[in-house]
């Protein structure tokens, strides 16, 4: 939907293919920086805003006050919102496939097959479209989370880096008005993580109930394969570390729309955006590197006191500004202007999967 938002108004015809109804299934905690739901006029669907982030460990808390706000959102009400910032037509279907032409690609689907020459796989960590044989968990480098959804309230965003949950990875107690999103990542997919979900909601004197879970990827993969443009999951755009996953995934659908925007209108062919399109994905590839080698370090030494000390040594308001501006910067709310394209008259045709 961020690719199709870009293309309101470019005069395409854009079909977005999905198994599910739009904002059906949520897999995530669903929070985001408050700047990147403002700028794209998604506003009504924040539930809850958080000024701190409290981390956990066996031997100590910590809270720290961040240079921007964090906010929980309703996951069907956003992807509604941002829907109607877009001119494109939905359907539902399950994508299996992909024949590729120089003029125009295939998309195979069980409800049959769809024909464009610009094509979209935001299809997640599976990356449908791509050539070769698909990696399964646990080969794949993914990490898993697992969360539940008791009702309750709650005032802080919290982070526990706690071997007695995982570990190697961290878990988190987000609140979103009137629901807690509870739940354990675990950075080594071979780890369950049902267990301590339960043990971790048990603590909290909290239900474990209406599961949800997913697969995340945590290392980019190539943004454009064999003619297709890949955004999101399919692409690794998920951050390392954090698992922060749809900040990226507008980000980087955005950056997608724009270049698809331009061969719509005869600035540049579909080639260059693919070439255009794939740098961009990798210029930020030691950023993603970067945290990759913090998660990494977090699961080497999470289990030890060093973590406590690490956590406590960052507590300075003038670290956790720089580090969390940084952090801020790798996808920045300033990409995004909250006013979209004005929908126009459709001239050619975009599938986006």
């Not at 971790?200 to 064999?226: C, F, K, M, S, T």
């Not at 579909?270 to 977090?298: G, N």
């Not at 289990?303 to 000390?309: E, H, K, L, N, P």
Request: aromatic share 10%.
């Amino acid at each position: 939907m961020a690719v199709a938002r870009e293309l309101a108004g470019a005069g395409a015809q854009v079909l977005i293919v999905d198994r599910y109804e739009i904002g059906e299934r949520q897999t995530s905690a669903c929070a985001a920086p408050t700047g990147w739901l403002d700028n794209l006029g998604l506003t009504a669907s924040i539930r809850q805003t958080f000024p701190d982030l409290v981390f956990h460990t066996p031997h100590a808390h910590f809270r720290y006050r961040l240079p921007w706000t964090f906010s929980t959102f309703d996951y069907r009400e956003l992807c509604a919102l941002l829907y109607q910032q877009t001119d494109a037509a939905f359907d539902t279907a399950k994508v299996e496939g992909v024949t590729r032409a120089a003029d125009a690609h295939t998309v195979h689907t069980d409800r049959g097959d769809l024909r464009s020459p610009l094509v979209v796989d935001a299809l997640g960590w599976r990356r449908v479209l791509a050539d070769g044989p698909h990696v399964q968990p646990p080969e794949a480098r993914l990490s898993r989370g697992l969360e539940v959804h008791p009702h309750g309230d709650g005032r802080d965003l919290e982070i526990w880096i706690d071997p007695r949950y995982v570990r190697a990875g961290y878990s988190w107690s987000f609140p979103a008005e009137g629901e807690l999103r509870v739940g354990v990542g675990s950075f080594e997919p071979r780890d369950r993580v049902k267990e301590p979900t339960q043990r971790l909601a048990g603590d909290l004197e909290l239900a474990a109930e209406r599961y949800q879970g997913n697969w995340i990827p945590h290392r980019l993969r190539p943004a454009v394969e064999g003619g297709v443009f890949f955004v999101g999951d399919s692409a690794g755009h998920c951050l390392p570390l954090t698992a922060e996953g749809i900040r990226t995934a507008l980000y980087f659908g955005l950056a997608c729309g724009h270049e698809l925007r331009e061969v719509l209108a005869g600035a540049r062919d579909r080639a260059a955006a693919l070439e255009r399109y794939a740098a961009f994905s990798d210029a930020h590839r030691w950023k993603f590197e970067a945290m990759l080698y913090v998660q990494h370090l977090v699961a080497r030494i999470g289990r030890r006191r060093a973590m406590t000390s690490a956590l406590r040594a960052m507590d300075r308001p003038r670290f956790v500004d720089w580090a969390f501006g940084h952090y801020l910067n790798i996808a920045p709310p300033s990409f995004v202007s909250a006013s979209g394209p004005t929908p126009a008259r459709p001239r050619a045709a975009v599938a986006a999967a």
